[in-house]
């Protein structure tokens, strides 16, 4: 994969064009004009969260300002998903720029988390890449990094520097060159609220196999005797409904 850099390269320049709009109900002083930004795909909205808030401020009194938080059409957008997965979840065939709103009040505490710096989103990524090597490494290499190797990759995903992240991630995605490929290939499957779920589908996903499992009890069951990933079985033991689940493929 790290040979394939014209394919990386193109992933990582993917943007979404964006226009950031005030809440109707916020008072300001005058009227605010929208935001435009060009998102990349494999970043967060805490990224982007200052340039947005120092834009609307102008046009607000100090009084009125809270902790920001954005919408699309009525649904909070949660600032651990990566923004390509919120466009591609909830707006993938909706026309560009694609309209998001932004609040600095009444924060939607049963629908978000809180994020009050961008120290929260960093450790927040790199536990999703301890968990991947975890996987694919048995973290043997996320260990053997110094903590100005973990800085450096962070730190070229928030300036948005491919050269920098990749010096650094290329040792994430290498295998030893004895092996055939990684242990596990990690993964995460993402379900909006309210769909109709498939655990049969999910089975087959999981290396399962052909039984049917179309209640939670069973996947459980079949999931640990087939060695898939035991904090998959039991959070879908949990609950199936949840926006964010997770499933590595054995």
């Known amino acids: 994969m790290t040979d394939d850099k014209d ?17 109707q109900d916020e008072i300001t002083e005058r009227e605010a004009e929208p935001y435009y930004l060009l998102l990349p795909r494999i970043s967060y909205l805490t990224l982007v969260t200052d340039k947005v808030k120092k ?27 990566p923004i390509g997965l919120l466009f591609d979840l909830h707006a993938s065939n909706t026309a560009l ?13 049963k629908d978000l988390l809180h994020c009050h710096s961008k120290d929260v989103i960093e450790a927040h990524f790199m536990a999703c890449i301890k968990e991947a090597d975890a996987l694919k490494h048995k973290s043997q290499v996320i260990n053997e990094m110094q903590k100005k190797d973990h800085k450096q990759l962070w730190m070229g995903l928030q300036n948005d520097k491919f050269e920098q992240f990749w010096a650094i991630n290329r040792k994430l995605m290498e295998y030893p060159p004895e092996d055939s490929g990684f242990r596990y290939i990690p993964f995460r499957i993402y379900q909006i609220v309210g769909w109709d779920f498939s655990f049969d589908s999910l089975c087959k996903a999981c290396c399962v196999g052909e039984k049917k499992c179309n209640d939670r009890e069973t996947f459980y069951t079949e999931a640990i005797s087939t060695n898939c990933c035991r904090r998959t079985a039991a959070y879908f033991r949990r609950s199936p409904k949840r926006c964010v689940s997770y499933c590595y493929y054995p």
């Not at 394919?7 to 709009?21: E, M, N, Q, S």
């Open 7 to 23: 394919v990386l390269r193109d992933v990582w320049f993917g943007r979404i064009p964006t226009c950031f709009t005030l809440y």
């Open 97 to 109: 720029p694609w309209s998001i709103t932004v609040h600095f009040k009444n924060f939607p505490e």
């Open 55 to 81: 834009h609307f401020q102008k046009v607000m009194r100090q009084e009125e300002i809270s902790e920001i938080w954005f919408e699309y059409e009525g649904t909070p957008l949660k600032w651990h998903y």
